[in-house]
């Protein structure tokens, strides 16, 4: 079965800090763009940013500098590390594949995970 993983979610203090981790199941991410999302409750589902098969990095503008999108290709892995958390970032974080992020950090994604879950707070 072709899908992503993702792991590494939980409950962080507001401050701190989380790397994510989205791993194929059923193929390998060397020649596939990686993005990030997150969804809140009652929100719509934002995007986070995407990391190209060159390891070219695209961010919203929102989140860049506090939030960094890398890729090892020898692990299967791609990461979402994340510092300096607010509350208002608590949401399920999610990753996908794509063809390629075509210079944006929002793409619509064709292999999805199942989600992790990230809640800041004290």
């Known amino acids: 079965q072709v899908q992503l993983v993702e792991s590494g979610g939980g409950l962080v203090p507001p401050g701190g800090s989380l790397r994510l981790s989205c791993s194929p199941s059923?193929?390998?991410?060397?020649?596939?763009?990686i993005a990030w999302f997150r969804q809140a409750p009652g929100n719509v589902r934002e995007g986070i940013g995407c990391?190209?098969?060159?390891?070219?990095?695209y961010y919203a503008s929102s989140l860049k500098g506090r939030f960094s999108i890398s890729r090892d290709n020898a692990k299967n892995t791609a990461y979402l590390q994340m510092n300096s958390l607010k509350p208002e970032d608590t949401a399920v974080y999610y990753c996908?594949?794509?063809?390629?992020?075509?210079?944006?950090?929002?793409?619509?994604?064709?292999?999805w995970g199942q989600g992790t879950q990230v809640t800041v707070s004290s």
């Open positions: 996908a594949a794509d063809s390629s992020c075509s210079g944006s950090y929002y793409v619509e994604g064709i292999y």
């Open positions: 059923g193929f390998t991410l060397d020649i596939w763009a």
């Open positions: 990391i190209s098969s060159d390891g070219s990095t």
